[in-house]
């Protein structure tokens, strides 16, 4: 049972910067994808959406669109970390962001969808005013 624990969020104007971190109870070098997901303020969980992702091996990465050019996720595999660098931020990028994980297993993509993830940090707010 992997844990995550995010940790980062807070406020920002827009056009600012922050950091997420998510810290794994144990390795996950190998064959893990590793996702942020973000669930807008009031929205049902249903309606969490995804961020970025990235392959732990191989570090193949994912953005959506509407991060792609703003947003970086990258790994520290001898931490146990994986982190969202977030510039240029906009209001409507305030969320809950939330880090998951899942063993993928040989293959060269990760899945983009809620359900294929295993396991789940708790969350952190990210408020962005203008």
């Known amino acids: 049972q992997v844990q995550l624990v995010e940790s980062g969020g807070g406020s920002v104007q827009v056009g600012g910067s922050l950091r997420l971190s998510c810290v794994a109870s144990?390795?996950?070098?190998?064959?893990?994808?590793m996702g942020w997901f973000r669930q807008a303020p009031e929205a049902p969980e249903k309606a969490r959406e995804l961020?970025?992702?990235?392959?732990?091996?191989?570090?193949?990465?994912f953005y959506d669109d509407s991060v792609k050019g703003r947003f970086t996720i990258s790994l520290d595999n001898a931490k146990n970390t994986v982190d969202l660098q977030m510039n240029s931020l906009e209001a409507e990028d305030t969320a809950i962001y939330f880090c998951?994980?899942?063993?993928?297993?040989?293959?060269?993509?990760?899945?983009?969808?809620?359900?294929?993830?295993?396991?789940w940090g708790r969350g952190t707010q990210v408020t962005v005013s203008s």
């Open positions: 144990e390795s996950i070098r190998i064959n893990y994808c």
């Open positions: 961020v970025a992702t990235i392959l732990t091996n191989s570090e193949i990465t």
């Open positions: 998951a994980a899942y063993f993928r297993g040989p293959g060269s993509l990760c899945a983009r969808f809620v359900s294929a993830y295993d396991y």
